[in-house]
């Protein structure tokens, strides 16, 4: 019961407070005593000036009633005589706003034209001292529908930005999100997938010759596809996630480098560490962006230059983190001709989770043959919420797988 008061009392407070101040100054400001025309205010024409200055308060819920009954109260006023240099009107020229505010264009043409015929016919027919001045009387309270008109007109265009603004707000979010996951499934399945391919390539060429190479390569089919499953599994257990809850399985990080680079090693490529960190721990975000550019950079080099050897070096200098792999892959031609500066997703990947973090990234091939990707990646917090312009990335050499 409290409840329903204290909302009942809210939805009246404002307009029964708009209704007091309208009261007042229409009762007040037009007073008992006498004026240079008209009749003397009596009761009969306190009480009309009191429905139409109290039928603001009704405006909003009832419009037509309220219009009705402050209309019809405001010419009976004027067409009996009573003064008209007072501030008489004033309740149906807030009643008039209120109801124009609603935004029904056809109900306020039509109470408009009625409003002006009736302030008129007053004039011509009732025994007011000042015949002159029911038409700009009619003008008058009409000006306050066409205001409250233009008001619910504006009002509406505001609501119909806002509306607009937030469904392309939802959009660009939704397209993100999905950029997210997509960058993330590339970046967790791509090397596993490489590594499966690579290893049934070898396993498939030595089967008949030296059966114990096959079997090694199926054990590392087996292995590379193990790991692809759990991290489907983790990526989905995240998508599944409807709170800000932090996950259960730590991010990957550097950490995990030397684990990947075990992995590599069993698709035949030669990978050496030069792991420079430091003790002190980096942020979530620049660590996992500094194993993604060296997880797609090696599984790039199991994809596009078998057989080759690869250099992971990381330097943690006071400012930044520097990530390189490099490979000593055939020649530069070698390089051009087998794609890896082809149209896939890798690199371009790659370039948005390092701009993301505020750094930067470079890629292409190597002088003496091979390919090598340097990537920066800022330790100010600064720099990180202030990423700089994608157009500084576009010199990359392209996409890759």
């Known amino acids: 019961m409290g409840f329903r008061m204290a909302v009942l009392d809210s939805r009246w407070a404002r307009p029964a407070a708009m209704a007091a101040v309208v009261e007042l100054i229409t009762i007040a400001g037009t007073g008992f005593g006498p004026h240079r025309s008209g009749r003397l205010v009596d009761i009969p024409g306190a009480a009309l000036l009191?429905?139409?200055?109290?039928?603001?308060?009704?405006?909003?819920?009832?419009?037509?009633?309220?219009?009705?009954?402050s209309l019809t109260a405001t010419v009976v006023f004027y067409g009996f005589g009573y003064p008209t240099d007072s501030p008489f009107f004033v309740g149906l020229l807030v009643t008039l706003y209120v109801t124009g505010a609603a935004g029904a264009r056809v109900r306020a043409g039509i109470i408009a034209v009625l409003t002006v015929l009736l302030f008129v016919g007053a004039a011509l027919l009732g025994h007011t001292a000042d015949r002159s001045i029911g038409f700009a009387e009619g003008i008058i309270v009409v000006s306050g529908l066409l205001a409250g008109q233009v008001a619910a007109e504006w009002r509406a265009r505001a609501d119909r930005h806002t509306e607009r603004?937030?469904?392309?707000?939802?959009?660009?979010?939704?397209?993100?999100?999905?950029?997210?996951?997509?960058?993330?499934?590339?970046?967790?399945?791509?090397?596993?997938?490489?590594?499966?391919?690579?290893?049934?390539?070898?396993?498939?060429?030595?089967?008949?010759?030296?059966?114990?190479e096959a079997r090694a390569a199926l054990v590392a089919i087996k292995l590379a596809?193990?790991?692809?499953?759990?991290?489907?599994?983790?990526?989905?257990?995240?998508?599944?996630?409807?709170?800000?809850?932090?996950?259960?399985?730590?991010?990957?990080?550097?950490?995990?480098?030397?684990?990947?680079?075990?992995?590599?090693?069993?698709?035949?490529?030669?990978?050496?560490?030069r792991l420079e960190a430091g003790d002190s721990p980096l942020p979530v975000s620049i660590d996992l962006a500094a194993y993604r550019v060296i997880q797609e950079a090696l599984t790039n080099v199991v994809r596009h230059a078998p057989g080759a050897a690869a250099t992971v070096t990381v330097r943690r200098l006071p400012d930044a983190l520097v990530v390189e792999v490099e490979d000593d892959g055939r020649t530069a031609a070698t390089v051009a001709a087998d794609g890896r500066q082809g149209a896939g997703h890798g690199l371009a990947g790659m370039r948005e989770r390092v701009r993301a973090a505020g750094g930067s990234?470079?890629?292409?091939?190597?002088?003496?043959?091979?390919?090598?990707?340097?990537?920066?990646?800022?330790?100010?917090?600064?720099?990180r919420l202030a990423p700089p312009d994608p157009a500084a990335d576009e010199g990359g050499r392209g996409g890759n797988e």
Do not use: C, K, Y
Request: hydrophobic share 45%; charged share 30%; glycine share 10%.
């Open 50 to 69: 009191a429905i139409a200055a109290g039928a603001p308060a009704f405006a909003r819920r009832w419009p037509a009633p309220s219009v009705a009954a």
């Open 165 to 212: 603004t937030r469904e392309e707000e939802a959009l660009r979010r939704l397209a993100e999100e999905r950029l997210r996951i997509a960058r993330e499934l590339h970046d967790v399945v791509s090397h596993s997938i490489a590594m499966i391919n690579v290893q049934a390539g070898v396993a498939v060429h030595v089967m008949d010759d030296r059966p114990e």
């Open 225 to 273: 596809s193990r790991d692809a499953l759990r991290d489907l599994r983790g990526i989905l257990g995240l998508l599944r996630q409807t709170d800000d809850a932090e996950p259960r399985s730590p991010a990957a990080g550097l950490g995990h480098v030397p684990s990947l680079a075990e992995t590599v090693r069993r698709a035949g490529i030669g990978v050496a560490l």
């Open 361 to 383: 990234v470079e890629a292409g091939a190597r002088e003496g043959g091979g390919f090598a990707v340097r990537a920066t990646l800022p330790l100010d917090e600064g720099r």
